[in-house]
């Protein structure tokens, strides 16, 4: 019976130590060396400039790798992993027309251009633009559904960005 809880021991261990190389439960496939990312600010470049969105796409992101993987989030240069990019679109235009040929939803796009550097492994990295959108009704003042519309957008375009960047499916 000893024998048989040595060897179960042995699996366990072995296993652990093959895993810690660069998987996490969450999906993120992180190469083995990488030790720390850096998450640069997102300047924001369009056109209609919502004064928050900067600060809350670069914490959103810090904020996922920190929980989702292993690696140490840096806001200066110089990670193994690093990310840096700009907001390049935050637009506001008609997604909808009623039966009466008017506007009936609208849609609010925000665009991310994103430079992925890995050091560790240089072929995974990568330069690509993301984007994402909510609709609201026109009826409903723009002010008044703003927030919760950037949180769920912001929310999109960091989960494209950690999959993108660390989750190999």
Excluded: H
Excluded at 30 to 50: C, E, H, L, M, R
């Amino acid at each position: 019976m000893k024998t048989r809880a040595i060897i179960n021991l042995l699996a366990v261990v072995l296993l652990t130590a093959a895993c810690s190389g660069g998987y996490s439960f969450t999906g993120a496939s992180i190469p083995p060396g990488a030790k720390t990312i850096s998450i640069a600010t997102f300047p924001n470049y369009a056109a209609t400039v919502n004064p928050q969105l900067s600060q809350k796409l670069t914490d959103e992101l810090m904020q996922m790798f920190s929980s989702q993987t292993p690696l140490d989030v840096m806001s200066s240069e110089g990670g193994d992993l690093q990310l840096e990019g700009e907001i390049t679109g935050y637009d506001t235009r008609a997604a909808a027309l009623s039966s009466a040929d008017e506007v009936s939803m609208n849609r609010l796009t925000v665009t991310i251009k994103v430079r992925f550097t890995n050091t560790v492994d240089p072929d995974a990295s990568f330069e690509q633009s993301f984007s994402r959108y909510r609709d609201y009704a026109a009826s409903r003042d723009f002010s008044s559904v703003e927030s919760s519309l950037v949180s769920e957008i912001v929310t999109e375009l960091c989960e494209d960005v950690f999959n993108k960047s660390v989750v190999n499916w």
